[in-house]
């Protein structure tokens, strides 16, 4: 894969521009989000790293006879050693029933083989379990167990299914970790329609107990969907306190408060059994239209915290174009990590932070980008073709950053639900010696996703955008307001495939 | 003031249209939301009912020497009858030195004299104190307090001012109320950027005692203002359970999920000193970019809970036209309680309900009006010159509400905070004999601003637009898929000045 860099360090002031080519691209499909070969996708699933094969395997909810979603539902399968391109392997897990669907879950490796299900042949590091809802006769959901002895190829039903049935047609998405210092397995589950994330505990994978509700916190919206629970570090503990936490999240859809499918979290602890929050605020993973699903890796190799969520919207993903025959992407994989960040001058909060997995050799300047903005600067990325772009923005007395991804698109333009213009506030991310705010911003544009991320990472959007003509080609950067100045230490822009802005 | 009704009652199908003419209107400023004679407006403050005088009272924050906010702040002051139309009464409260702001504050009757200021020659419905925070020397905000003998068009500024000093510049917005339960003064106040609503309590309304935090509860954005706590009726209260509940209200601004401003709630009970909500869950009283700062009336004739917002969003309320020398409006007063609702199959949630208090004699077509939709339907809100309009509509597909309040104005196509064209989740309000889902929406367009209320008030939608010429002038509902069908059983539009859709 040929890459070509071109950086620019420079300081702007008064309607200064900076343009830069990103030169052509060969077609409209992302270079380094995941898409499908062919189909429709949706959640990302039973996501895990092979420490035997060094590989990342990435499964998801695939239909791959048509670019909708539809029953039967499979796991589709991907690996990658990079996490930025991805090998596809077509389907891994089926449903018996054409009108049944392999919905989402999760993959642990059951390396102490407590499931019993395992040969001494089989490599540790090759106990691949999966769990999953099946979605099945009068669409009821009941959670089930898939068991692999090749490392995640191919799997092989557990002859007890299901593992757990409450008789719900609302009740799915498990999510299994390891949770070390009970020692045992720890699923998390939605009763989606009862507002509920529900714990269930097991020593061997097959037998689950009933552990606890987290219910009614957060943005409620129509209904739960997608926990998920995870230790992280804390970048800045606090001295003397714990330099861990745990993160629960859900997802919600649709009834996110700017439309359709959000995803929201919480900070707190968790003793194996019950979580317990540090507050009752409502936090989102992501403020963008289009991050979804999200799901934490099994069994990374450093116990980094790293996953990905869908890169949809379910308001309008079976509408999106589907000229070259696929429909859906993930985000791109990224780090969670927690930092104490102010939100405002007087109050520091534990926030969820979130960088993208990028491999050295393509991108390894997020660290040397920052903006000083005391006024308004817009970014704007245009197309290779026409006179479209899309944009992102600051205005300094509004003190909000905008989002601005319309274009000439058709689906755009007649879609309702294709919000084009939002807006988020984000604290500054500390000030200089002159009391000016300074925020720091870089992006990702890879064909038809942005991915911007404020003050390292601490606030994310993540977007969806449709050119008529083109595919992303330059990037103007204006500001134009007296007495006011944009510091730019570094623009990097990188082709043919993607580039990072400021 | 002449009206006109047109009244159409039918069933719609296969790309069938209503079009009604909403006939000519003299101008552009709003006839039945609060506008300031000139200048600039924001909070309403001070809301309450005058029982002696049979009026009701609304002061606000307002600059009168500018379209933009500026200090000196005043409190600007108006009456109504009828809620509707309000009679301007200037400036009700000043602050003593140019560069200091009366700022958002509240009114009760003090008809028992408990603060000893009035003499017996005080009718007691006449015996009005206003407590507000003064944003005074070095931008610190104190909590002061003024009497008025003349039941609220003058004011006495307390002698021993301030009453509640605790030396922040981030602490305001008092919203004091009568607590019968425990025969005391209780006084709501933020401390905005720690996220924390305080109680305080007083027998005489001048010496204060804390009480409680509310804290880090719902969605946080940059602050928390404009604190309210009221209790209203449950519409269907269980069997068996009480038939009132608290309601506690926050806004937030900036940093709605949207941008910018917005309001949320919590259902709960309160002892006088602490409110303990029912749930942890952020719920918004209004959904759309226009609807900041509620408060709640004090001292209305029945007990029945009655308030206004400010109907603009701290984004861009600086910036919209102000040809005709004011900027900013309120929102129709509505009246609050609360019903439980579903809000998917499986969960009913105690939801605060909002309905627009209407003169019965132009406006009583509320509970006669029903949408059944199965499918899509637009409803075109055109202006009477060119080919502007601004809809909402409903997608039975993806289940959602959508507003799309895009116009050719400059102003909304150059200001990049302006959101155009968002959309929310509504559960439907009920399902017919056919298990078709029943959803009740109407609105009110005034000029400016539409207000769009959904299944009885329990979700609303409150949004300005700006026409580039012309003003609201016609209707048009529109529904385009076969098999669909639209039953519209009462469309009343109503001249000159506003109307009510489907």
Redesign the interface.
Known sequence: MAHNQSTHQRKMSLSSIVSSGLGSMIDGRPLIHMTPPQGWINDPNGLYYNQLEQKYHMYYQYNPNDTVWDTPLYWGHATSDNLLTWDHHGVAISPDEDDHGIFSGSIVVDKNNTSGYFDDSIDPENRIVALYTLFGDNEKQTQEVAFSNDGGYTFEKYNKNPVIDVNST?FRDPKVIWHEETQKWVMLLVKS???KVQTYVSDNLLDWEFGSNF?????????YECPGLFKTKIENPKEGCVDEKWVLVMAIN???????SINEYFVGDFDGVTFTPD??????VD?GKDFYAFQAFDNTEDGRIIGVAWASN???AQRVPDDLGYRGSMSLVREYTLRYDY?????E?LLLVQRPVLDDQYLDVADELAVEAITNFDIKILSSIGDESIKI?F?GK???F?I?RHTSHVFQREN??????????V?PLTRDTDNNKVYQVYGIVDKNILEVYFNNGAFTSTNTFFFERGIPANIEVTTDVDNSFVEINKLSIRKPWTCIMI
């Open positions: 609302q329609q009862e507002y219910t009614k916190e957060g943005y409620l919206g129509f209904q649709p009834g996110s408060p700017i439309g359709g507050d009752h605020a409502t936090r989102f403020t379910w308001q309008y939100t405002n001058p007087e109050t909060q923005g205005d509004v003190g909000e905008y601005n309702n639900f294709f919000t084009e213009r939002w807006s988020n506030y604290e």
